[in-house]
């Protein structure tokens, strides 16, 4: 260390203590002095500045990270071996973790910092950015493996289009992520048809969390609460977690945005033919499958619609009569045939609730008498309507109903202030 280095760590009175100390010892050994005098020693003390436990601390050597991502057929130690790393050190570390730990995904990110001998020090195995198996090597030889997990911030993101060419085009000219788009067409899947719906015009306004760690984005949680303007309708959808951690979204009151389904569209009625794929049809006297089931009930009785949906056929269809098909969200249809009237205002296109009116038996078309032919389909595949798993579209529990309005009020308010000052983006 150079002395002016040195000098600063010495007050001036301890500077001219040591000049006096230096003339007293040239003193004394150029002194003439007789043999038999004891030389004394003389030692001093310097006050050196304090040092605080971090400065006296050697600093950690820094740890050299290596990385790669693992690719299709990776086990941990083909990894290993193509990284020259130890293979002795896989079946140690195969020995001392679970196995689902070292089970490698591809695509996974795995790091570790290796020993001047070549073996691992530390072995990271993410899991997503939140989680990361750590295994390390310890002073005494053994593997030690822990799992760290850490705690995203979600931040609200306010987001609004309005729609001139589709939900998805028009969303990410907004700048809104496509998995947030692809939630919104979810949400309202059961009410719009994002395919044949969605006019010129039609606009949506959001609050979706966008997931950061340390400040970064690195990926997006759930829609809050969601409004859409779709040909004059507003619908409007509110996220709500139970005491259960379900996820489940709401209309502003409470009631479920998926719908429910009735298991017979029909109050009074006999069931006359059940849903059959080898039946042998009654007039054509061959084997054909009856794809639906058959509710024997007097011609004029009310048809209802099973479930809130939108009409997608109600017209006269060869051997059914006049038919009535309606669409439920995405996935599912329901048809009813051999109707004698269909119900008011029953038209292509129009909506219609559960247990709206939608037809009266008849026995139009290939039929033996009156009765309704009715039919579900599931993603396109007649299923049979007594027995299909119906999809629940549960209204928030009584239990929950206070603490889920309170929660409804507020993103309502968020999402007003936000559409007041119509910008996208930062929420805070
Ligand atoms: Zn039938």
Redesign the pocket.
Known sequence: MPFSGQMQYFPLKHLVGAGLVVLLMILIVFWPRSDTENTKQHTFVIDLPEMSDADVTPPEPTLNWEGSKVRSGDSLSVLFSRENLSAIDVIDIAAAVPRDVITLQVGQEVRWVRTAENRIKQLELEISPLAKHIISREDDGSIKHQLTERVADYIPRFATATIENSLFYDGAQAGIPSQVLYQIAAIFGWDIDFALDIRQGDSFSLVYEEIQLDGNKIGYGDILIAQFNNRGRELSAVRFVDKDDNTSYYTPSGTSMRKAFLRNPIDFFRIS?RFNPNRKHPILNTIRA?????YAAPTGTPVKAAGDGKVVYASRQGGYGNVVMIQHGSRYQTKY??LSKFGKGVRVGRYVKQGQVIGYVGTTGRSTGP?L??EFLVDGVHRDSLRVSLPKADSINKSDKAAFLVESDKLQRWLADFAATNSNGDFQ
């Open positions: 033919s009856h794809k639906g089931t058959d045939a051999h009765h032919h009715y």
